[in-house]
Nanobody
């Protein structure tokens, strides 16, 4: 079992930055790929970014590329999502997820989410 706890969400003005954290615990969690997803009100959950177990491979959707950066610190069992130049359309609940391997789908474990609100 893997447990994931997100933190770092909040209210920020458009153009601002936030750093989300996802603390992971459980067996062999440092060997798992990690991802960030988000769900805006009335919309389906969507993929944001992913990182492999070692941190040397990352993947983003086009809308986040250049603004968001995913990283991980395996010594701390923590994954981060650095978000810059935030836009009101980035407002959503952000979730981290874990899976063996890595990619943009098929995640087995999920956190409870953290709210990000971007004001215009």
């Amino acid at each position: 079992q893997v447990q994931l706890v997100e933190s770092g969400g909040g209210l920020v003005q458009a153009g601002g930055s936030l750093r989300l954290s996802c603390a992971a615990s459980g067996r062999a969690v440092s060997s798992y790929g990690m991802g960030w997803f988000r769900q805006a009100p009335g919309k389906e959950r969507e993929f944001v970014a992913a990182i492999n177990w070692s941190g040397d491979s990352t993947y983003y959707t086009d809308s986040q590329k250049g603004r968001f950066t995913i990283s991980r610190d395996n010594a701390k069992n923590t994954v981060y999502l650095h978000m810059n130049v935030l836009k009101p359309e980035d407002t959503a609940v952000y979730y981290c997820a874990a899976k063996p391997g890595w990619g943009f789908g098929g995640y087995d474990y999920w956190g409870q989410g953290t709210q990000v609100t971007v004001s215009s």
